[in-house]
């Protein structure tokens, strides 16, 4: 019978022992923990103020998405229209300090921004039109309340007349082409002929300033091969200087020396060819009767 009881006790199901648990550790504080508990600022107001960030952030992001919508820009339209209706619109365009260039084309320009609001008209816009204006070197445009624009207007001044392609235009001192001229009014300024001429027109003016005495009797002055200057005066003599504005100005101070000591001007010549720095060569008129004084030596050139 014991044995019996043993096996029978051997036969129950053993139940295994549970097994142990890991113990867990406990984590210290973080870096960030840390780093903040070393702060002389208590916790409540660093917490304070990181919701103030997170408050200006968000706000931010609201103007952000105000602006993106164009929000800004609509109200300062109802402003400006308001304003508008107020009475503050342009009603009437003043125009200072103009003489030559058309008024109709100023005032053409300007009241394109008639009936707008004072704070919407464009005054670059307006003031980049009017600089398209050949007459016109330089403008101011302004608002004067409540309803006027005001246009100030610097000209430019002319100093020749450029011919071209059987045209004939008005340039100032740089060479800008102002306008056509009028045929029934005549200016009398000199004319510089030839392609690219009125941009050569500042040197031209140089280089007879060097010869004062001359410079009132010169008709016109052609730009020859975009190299050199042909100098007509107004007795009809054809004066061919050197290439080159050093050897040009030489040249022409020579003939201005000459012209004084022998009178070559008005004596019947044709021409007067100084491109060779070693001599001067003169064509005269076959016209019977005509004289023409003899060629100065060549000494005489190369003193001066």
Not at 66 to 82: D, S, T, V
Not at 155 to 174: C, F, G, M
Not at 203 to 225: D, F, R, Y
């Amino acid at each position: 019978m014991k044995a019996a009881r043993a096996r029978s006790a051997d036969r129950r199901p053993r139940v295994a022992a549970p097994a142990k648990r890991p113990a867990v550790r406990r984590k210290g504080p973080s870096t960030i923990d840390r780093a903040v508990e070393q702060l002389p600022i208590e916790r409540a107001t660093l917490r304070k103020a990181g919701n103030w960030a997170l408050g200006i952030g968000i706000s931010g992001a609201i103007l952000g998405g105000l602006i993106a919508m164009g929000l800004p820009q609509m109200i300062g339209l109802m402003i400006a229209e308001g304003i508008g209706d107020a009475g503050f619109k342009v009603r009437n365009v003043e125009i200072l300090n103009r003489q030559k260039v058309d008024s109709a084309f100023v005032y053409d320009i300007a009241m394109r921004q008639q009936a707008r609001p004072m704070p919407l008209v464009d005054l670059d816009g307006t003031r980049s039109e009017l600089m398209k204006l050949g007459w016109i070197a330089d403008a101011r445009v302004s608002r004067r309340l409540p309803d006027t624009l005001v246009v100030d207007i610097v000209e430019r001044v002319p100093t020749a007349i450029w011919q071209y392609q059987h045209r004939l235009a008005l340039i100032d001192k740089d060479g800008v082409v102002i306008g056509p001229v009028d045929d029934r009014a005549m200016p009398d300024l000199p004319v510089v002929v030839g392609p690219g001429a009125n941009r050569r027109a500042t040197e031209l003016s140089a280089l007879m300033s060097a010869a004062p005495t001359l410079k009132p009797l010169v008709t016109a002055a052609s730009w020859q091969g975009d190299r050199r200057w042909d100098i007509i005066f107004q007795s009809g003599e054809k004066l061919m200087l050197p290439e080159g504005d050093a050897e040009a100005t030489k040249a022409l101070q020579f003939f201005a020396v000459e012209d004084r000591r022998a009178g070559l001007l008005g004596k019947g010549l044709v021409s007067i060819d100084l491109r060779d720095p070693s001599r001067m060569v003169a064509r005269m008129s076959r016209e019977p009767g005509s004289k023409i004084e003899a060629a100065p030596p060549l000494s005489a050139k190369s003193t001066t």
